[in-house]
């Protein structure tokens, strides 16, 4: 069965480098969620798109940003990265209210 | 605003026990709750998913419970295997949509072979 595609699995970036990280939810799911993991942490929820619409906005900084595109995917924006945005980052897909299908983790380091 | 916590955070059973897991939330009125297992650095695997008007959920050897007018819920492993090492972490729906989940800080749990 086709599963949650996150795209790159690790990326290395320097301070106040932006990064661009990818999802692409399974198909025929409507609703895809972004979720920060930080060491040792649970995940915290950022935001969240309905039929490419933003449904839910959690502790997202100013700095990131977030879309789904008219194919589904969608792409999670990071700007003027800073040391504490190191994490592991979750896209989760599913039908709205119903179980939600987690991603492999993009795991990005700020140097 | 709705509080998960996972007790204990660690746990260390023998090969061949079974086990349960506690989940406890603050707010009752839940949608759902989903059961994930956590391997470290690695992505989450749902194992069980209930909804609110359910009281359990069984798949293979984990059942799930869930009570909750008391805020509960339970994951219950059965004749536990090294391969059940793992975080076990609960997460609950509050609305529909709303559509974040709220993880607890999870359970460690190490199977000793």
């Known amino acids: 069965a086709a599963g949650v595609i996150q795209s790159p699995r690790h990326l290395i970036k320097e301070k106040r480098e932006t990064a661009t990280l990818k999802c692409y939810p399974i198909?025929?799911?409507?609703?895809v969620y972004w979720y920060q993991q930080g060491p040792g942490q649970d995940p915290q929820f950022l935001i969240s798109?309905?039929?490419?619409?933003?449904?839910d906005k959690g502790s997202i900084p100013d700095r990131f940003s977030a879309q789904q595109f008219s194919d589904y995917h969608s792409e999670l924006n990071m700007s003027s990265l800073e040391l504490g945005d190191s994490a592991l980052y979750f896209c989760?897909?599913?039908?709205?209210?119903?179980?939600?299908?987690f991603g492999p983790g993009t795991r990005l380091t700020v140097t | 605003k709705q509080e998960v916590t996972q007790i204990p955070a660690a746990l260390s059973v023998p090969e061949g026990e079974n086990l349960v897991l506690n989940c406890s939330f603050t707010?009752?009125?839940?949608?759902?709750l989903q059961w994930f297992r956590q391997d470290p650095g690695k992505g989450l695997t749902s194992l069980l998913l209930?909804?609110?008007?359910?009281r359990e959920q069984t798949s293979g050897r984990l059942n799930a419970s869930l009570d909750k007018s008391s805020g509960r819920s339970t994951l219950y492993i059965a004749a536990s295997q090294p391969g059940d090492s793992a975080t076990y972490l609960c997460?609950?729906?509050?609305?529909?949509?709303?559509?974040?989940?709220?993880f607890g800080t999870g359970t460690r749990l190490t199977i000793i072979p």
């Open positions: 989760a897909s599913g039908l709205a209210g119903a179980e939600q299908y």
């Open positions: 198909p025929r799911h409507d609703t």
């Open positions: 798109f309905y039929e490419k619409m933003q449904s």
């Open positions: 707010d009752s009125a839940i949608y759902n």
């Open positions: 209930i909804q609110s008007s359910q």
């Open positions: 997460a609950v729906l509050s609305n529909f949509g709303n559509e974040k989940l709220t």
